[in-house]
């Protein structure tokens, strides 16, 4: 191997990351599988730890920002996305990760969410989804099924879930996947592309709570099943899944069907994964591919390209900095519309 082409030596290793502090979540917790995937991704690239900021709301996943060794900031209940707005329209060089749950993000924070990617704010958010309220012991949750019998819903929830990634489609997010705790592997790649992306990324999380909610999403994504009940998307490839890669996806109309699939067949009629189709429709198919009667989309749905909140207001303080100079802090406060009280 040449010099020119030999791999480039990245300063940090997935320890670089450990903050040190205990980690207290519970044994077995879903949590833990995020986190170190999290620390592995980030030492793929060669930003100074400084430069990355990690902000929270309040539930499990929230504690997240005391066990990376890196900027945090654990805020109040739903609010993340409102912090980590200010922090990229005031400092653009960082590199910013919003965790949030279920709970946190889709109830109480549901409206900060839509907007910051509405805004196409250029950060990252990545929504832990174990269906449940963890911290506060076992209440249902907004994504919840129907029918679910917990401390708050003791004969059975009657809300209809919410579908977390309809959300960022309808919000028209510009980066929007769907992962899991349990294969690490596919997790690391997701997140590695969401910190790639120039815009909002939104990353939903199938997560494990093995107290409160154990084995929710185990009819999908246990090992026994997966295979049949997941299909993994491929941009440019058909949607084939089960064990023997001997089932496919096509369109009926306007609803998606399963088919039989054999290798090397046509697959002109078959459904091909396009996640850089600039309209959301496709996209939207996707979510609405649930178990049972369909298997469940995982990857990246969506990855298309347009402008950022946070450039286009830069170049609105550049251009009002042009035509009406630096301005002055003390005269913008006592210059107009003040008086003194005698």
């Not at 077995?28 to 990690?54: H, N």
Request: with cysteine; aromatic share 10%.
């Amino acid at each position: 191997m040449s010099p020119a082409e030999t791999p480039k030596k990245l300063p940090y290793t997935r320890e670089s990351f450990i903050s040190g502090q205990e980690v207290r979540w519970c044994p077995g917790c879903g949590d833990y599988s995020i986190l170190a995937t999290m620390q592995r991704t980030l030492a793929k690239f060669d930003l100074p730890k400084e430069k990355y900021v990690f902000v929270s709301g309040i539930g499990c996943s929230s504690r997240f920002p005391y066990y990376m060794n890196t900027y945090g900031f654990h805020s109040i209940h739903g609010r993340a996305p409102t912090i980590a707005t200010g922090l990229r329209c005031v400092n653009p060089e960082l590199s910013i990760w919003v965790i949030t749950g279920d709970g946190d993000g889709l109830s109480i924070g549901g409206n900060h969410l839509i907007h910051s990617m509405r805004r196409n704010i250029n950060f990252n958010i990545l929504l832990v989804n174990n269906r449940i309220y963890g911290l506060t012991k076992g209440q249902y949750s907004p994504t919840s099924p129907i029918g679910k019998v917990t401390k708050t819903t003791p004969q059975g929830s009657i809300d209809y879930p919410i579908n977390a990634l309809c959300i960022a489609i309808a919000s028209e997010a510009t980066f929007i996947a769907r992962t899991l705790d349990s294969i690490p592997t596919h997790m690391g790649s997701v997140l590695e592309r969401a910190m790639k992306h120039k815009g909002v990324s939104f990353v939903e999380i199938y997560q494990n709570c093995n107290i409160f909610n154990d084995k929710a999403h185990e009819p999908v994504t246990g090992r026994d099943s997966r295979d049949d009940r997941m299909v993994l998307l491929e941009h440019g490839k058909p949607l084939i899944f089960g064990k023997k890669k001997d089932k496919a996806i096509r369109l009926k109309g306007l609803q998606s069907e399963v088919v039989e699939y054999k290798e090397g067949m046509d697959t002109k009629d078959l459904l091909i994964h396009n996640e850089n189709d600039p309209e959301p429709n496709y996209a939207y198919l996707l979510t609405q591919m649930e178990y049972p009667a369909m298997p469940v989309p995982f990857g990246v749905f969506r990855n298309i390209a347009k402008p950022t909140y946070d450039e286009m207001l830069e170049a609105q303080v550049q251009e009002s900095i042009k035509k009406q100079g630096k301005g002055d802090l003390k005269e913008l406060i006592y210059g107009h519309d003040t008086w003194t009280v005698k």
